[in-house]
């Protein structure tokens, strides 16, 4: 049995989901796969810090969050645990975690602080494993050679399509098949406002209704303007193509110009509207976009509803993949970085 210390930088809705899955699931891993998975520090800006060197309990950490929304004053609850007050760059040189998990805010302008923080646990010696789509799209190549340098690994799996397992797919399933184009519809947001003009609402109704159930910001601007969505084009054409764009090379339009009026002549001419972002090798170089598509009701991204993200690989042996599944929540990016530990130790 290897013990695997984690140490979480960032306790939002992924790091509780990553504790939820290791609360309920932390003896299955160990019988399957000889991996005692443990939580020993986490350092949240807003949230406080823990450590204990022989693992913190994620059922006392979430009921502890639940509670009162913060992990400050949980060392009375137990004497093992200590709380001493470190942010991201402590908790990657005093812990004795091997493995950092990094989930911080993502910044697709600058991919800061997450990438500062990625750089010095890589440098440290330390695994890596990020859900952040930031310091990925905008510094994957530079931390990919420093994880080289340094003989770690550095798992990035939960930046597109969360827990579905999108870029192991392309990467390693299907790298011998060819992969030529990948489109997807990469934004649960936008899918689901289209879905729901689809059923009669309109733009600022269907964007007031994924507000209330948490899947849109109250700044929307991220999703609905297509820049997360070619945040996560930028990283497939890295990782799958080795090609590295920049943000603004991404053709990119939002969904905010859509009427009631062209959802209905989708709808007559028996086609959708979908929010598609696209990557594929082309004589000379590459072509990437995130932009509206009507899409015929035949075409296999066009019956992804609601929330849910996927992706359509055209390759030369296998003709068109596609994967379905969601792309973001609680326990579905939680489990990408589940998926990248595992992945580190097989």
Not at 27 to 53: C, H, M, P, W
Not at 72 to 83: H, L, S, T, Y
Not at 90 to 115: C, F, Q, R
């Amino acid at each position: 049995m290897k013990q695997v210390r984690l140490g979480l930088i960032g306790f939002g809705n992924v790091g509780q989901g990553l504790a939820q899955i290791l609360a309920e699931r932390a003896e299955e891993y160990a019988r399957k796969f000889g991996l005692d998975l443990r939580i020993v520090a986490i350092t949240d800006a807003l949230k406080g810090s823990v450590y204990n060197a022989d693992g913190l309990a994620p059922s006392a950490l979430l009921e502890k969050i639940t509670r009162d929304g913060n992990l400050v004053g949980i060392a009375q609850d137990d004497p093992g645990i200590c709380e001493p007050g470190w942010d991201a760059l402590d908790l990657v040189t005093h812990s004795n975690a091997d493995v950092i998990v990094e989930l911080s805010y993502t910044d697709l302008k600058t991919g800061e602080p997450a990438a500062s923080y990625i750089e010095a646990a890589l440098r440290s010696g330390k695994h890596t494993v990020t859900t952040n789509k930031g310091p990925v799209a905008l510094h994957y190549a530079r931390l990919q050679a420093l994880a080289e340098q340094n003989g770690v690994k550095f798992g990035v799996e939960g930046s597109v399509m969360s827990g579905t397992p999108a870029l192991r797919l392309g990467m390693e399933l299907l790298a011998g098949a060819g992969v030529r184009k990948v489109q997807g519809i990469l934004n649960g947001t936008t899918n689901f406002i289209l879905t729901q003009m689809e059923l009669g609402m309109d733009y600022t109704s269907a964007l007031a209704e994924a507000q209330r159930l948490g899947y849109a910001e109250a700044d929307p601007t991220g999703d609905v303007e297509g820049f997360d969505a070619a945040g996560k084009v930028v990283i497939l054409a890295r990782l799958l193509f080795g090609k590295t764009l920049r943000m603004d090379q991404v053709d990119r339009h939002g969904i905010t110009q859509l009427t009631p009026l062209d959802i209905a002549s989708a709808t007559a001419a028996g086609e959708r509207w979908k929010l598609i972002g696209t990557v594929e090798c082309i004589t000379g170089g590459i072509r990437a976009s995130v932009c509206p598509q009507r899409l015929p009701i035949s075409h296999p991204l066009a019956g992804v509803s609601g929330a849910t993200n996927a992706a359509c690989f055209t390759t030369d042996l296998l003709g068109e993949v596609t994967l379905i599944g969601p792309g973001a929540g609680r326990l579905a990016t939680g489990y990408a970085v589940i998926e990248d530990i595992l992945a580190i130790y097989r």
